[in-house]
């Protein structure tokens, strides 16, 4: 069974102070990692994909980068708008398309 | 572009009741996929539709049933509720069976009282 592991629970940050948030995966054969935003109350709402070890991808503050294990969100300087839930998602390399979903990171950034 | 629209927001349910969620999907998206989020227990899949066929199930009692009509737009229903069944559920669409991730709604919060 594919198993997603997301740390830390929680994440306190103060505006300008970068940092990490760490997916570790374990899954049988990867289609693709999904990066998530949620916003309290919303839907998960998507960032990034990223299909093989060493692919990187970036959106403003955001960088998601894929070894075969784990996958990293660097949050680079931080706003407090950056305030949210991150979760991380596998999708495996099969006939089931399902999304595997992590418990997620809650970031919080003060000004 | 319109989202993924869901309705209703918000709903609330006595135990033994049961209740229909509607889910709209983007235009032109045929896969559509449901979720149940709680806070003990994450995002976890419930079904999956392409085509008007579901394709995979997730690990929930037969009390929780979908379909998928040809239009794309597709509804889940649970039956004989149950006080668990409080969450919110998520619907999330996407071109070809999920191959490029899915697009989220907004979600129903269900309340069963």
């Known amino acids: 069974e594919d198993q997603v592991t997301q740390s830390p629970e929680a994440l306190r940050l103060q505006e300008g102070e970068s940092s990490s948030l760490n997916c570790s995966y374990t899954?049988?054969?990867?289609?693709?990692l999904f990066w998530y935003r949620q916003d309290p109350g919303k839907g998960p709402e998507f960032l990034f994909t990223?299909?093989?070890a060493g692919e990187e991808k970036e959106k403003e503050r955001l960088k998601a980068t894929l070894t075969k294990k784990e996958s990293f969100l660097h949050i680079t300087a931080p706003k407090p708008e950056d305030s949210a839930t991150y979760l991380c998602?596998?999708?495996?390399?099969?006939?089931?398309?399902?999304?595997?979903f992590g418990a997620g990171t809650t970031v919080t950034v003060r000004a | 572009k319109a989202g993924v629209t869901q309705t209703p927001r918000y709903l609330i349910k006595t135990r033994g009741q049961q209740v229909t969620l509607s889910c709209s999907p983007i235009s032109g998206h045929r896969s559509v996929s449901w979720y149940q989020q709680t806070p003990g227990q994450g995002l976890q899949f419930l079904f999956e539709y392409f085509s008007e066929t579901q394709r995979n199930k997730g690990n929930f009692p037969g009390r929780f049933s979908g379909r998928q009509f040809s239009n794309s737009r597709s509804e889940m229903n649970v039956s004989t509720l149950e006080l668990g069944d409080s969450a919110l559920y998520l619907c999330?669409?996407?071109?070809?069976?999920?191959?490029?991730?899915?697009?989220f709604g907004s979600g129903t919060r269900l309340t069963v009282v």
């Open positions: 999330a669409s996407s071109l070809v069976k999920g191959t490029y991730g899915y697009t």
């Open positions: 899954v049988s054969g990867l289609r693709g």
């Open positions: 990223l299909y093989s």
């Open positions: 998602a596998v999708q495996a390399n099969s006939n089931d398309y399902k999304l595997s």
